[in-house]
């Protein structure tokens, strides 16, 4: 493949633009600064960087965020500062085709996928699919006896709803860790409200078999091929993995 052309894909520009970032020698192919616009490449082999950045071939982007609080979950918004606002178009020029893969409260921090494949967006998000989100809440209020199982055989909540089986680790008095496989409203806090306790934090901490890990708040990054097929399909045990 030429090299403008596989800098168009991967960044999501014109093949004019493509080719005056590689005359302004920002182009490296391995060790080596590439002036020549149909320098030819193998997209899966080659390594390639803009400045220090290296770019990553395949149709789709997917990211990882780590929302802080204080911002909400949607690519545009009115009057709130969104999870896109956080991401560079510097650093990430098909940011606009981005999507988010289900929502966490503007209150919620931790793991949120985004990305511009609107079938792993459906496999992340149908119920179907059921992927586990582990969270980590923190809360006030003495905690049913029975929550755990209540948990285990389909929390109801206040309006009648019946929640899927999901999973409850108690850890002291004031912190638990949910495990679910959908994705409703409010899910984690209004589960715990109807076992008795109003949550004061929540935090997600993964997706499917993808964790946060030491990712800072507020920071974004790409994942690899490998981590977006680990994703799907997704797990189907409702064990939490340690
Ligand atoms: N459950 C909630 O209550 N809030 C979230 O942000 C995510 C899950």
Redesign the pocket.
Known sequence: MRLDQYIARVEGLTRNQARKIIKRSQVRVETEVVIDTGHHIDPREATVFIGERQLTYGEHLTLMIHKPAGVV?ATRDRSHRTVLDLIASRDYPRKRDLMCV???????TGLLLLTTDGGLLQRLTHPRHGVL?R?L?RIEGPLAEDAQARFAAGVELRDGTICRPASLEVRGMSEVL?G?HE??????????AACGVR?TS?H?QSVGGLALGALPRGETRQLTPEEVSALSPPPKSTDMPQ
């Open positions: 979950t289900g929502r966490l409260d503007k209150d919620t989100k969270y809440a949910v679910l994705g409703r409203y409010h899910q984690v806090k209004r589960m715990l949550v929540l997600r």
